[in-house]
């Protein structure tokens, strides 16, 4: 599970942190060897950086291909049950079209539900943003996690949630998405 961090930075600690970091520059500089070699390590770390490349690729608009959940004590009961929609077969397991979301460089996202009928049905939007390899969406306060796994224009997202509505996150959701835009 991924760890989330605060980033409210007391301003002195910016400034100070600044400064050691503007005096090590300094110091590396006296060597322009280790200073090329240092520049070379920031570019490489920054360019091979998982969460950065997998923010600017989930920017865009994106469509549920599948999904499969698995819902522990099905509303709270002693009994398990899952919900399977198989690629081609979103319309006819779900009674909806495949779901809208669109993700925005700032931070916010909007899905919108269609129905069969082409009218909208429902609509959810938050807050999203990539820690390490998860997505983590925030809807009305509540933050929810996926591990993702990007494959050119798919991705696959897994993680727990409520689906079931019984008050309990501990159903399994892996769902797949492809960008279209």
């Known amino acids: 599970m991924s760890i989330l961090f605060q980033h409210n930075i007391n301003p002195t600690i910016k400034i100070i942190g600044s400064i050691i970091f503007c005096s090590t520059i300094i110091f590396l500089g ?76 700032n931070g916010t996202f909007r899905s919108v539900y269609i129905g069969l009928n082409d009218s909208i049905v429902g609509e959810t939007s938050g807050q999203w943003e990539i820690n390490e390899d998860s997505l983590i969406l925030t809807i009305d306060g509540i933050r929810i996690a996926y591990k993702t796994e990007l494959n050119n224009n798919r991705t696959t997202f897994t993680g727990f949630l409520d689906f079931d509505s019984d008050g309990q996150s501990d159903d399994l959701y892996s769902g797949i998405q492809e960008k279209v835009e």
């Open 30 to 105: 006296c060597d322009t060897k280790k200073k090329d070699q240092q520049t070379q390590n920031m570019e490489s770390a920054s360019e091979a950086s998982p969460s950065i490349d997998l923010k600017n690729r989930m920017i865009g608009k994106w469509v549920n291909v599948s999904l499969h959940v698995h819902m522990n004590s099905y509303n709270n009961s002693e009994t398990d049950s899952t919900m399977l929609a198989e690629e081609g077969q979103w319309e006819n397991i779900l009674k909806i079209k495949p779901i809208e979301t669109t993700y925005l460089e």
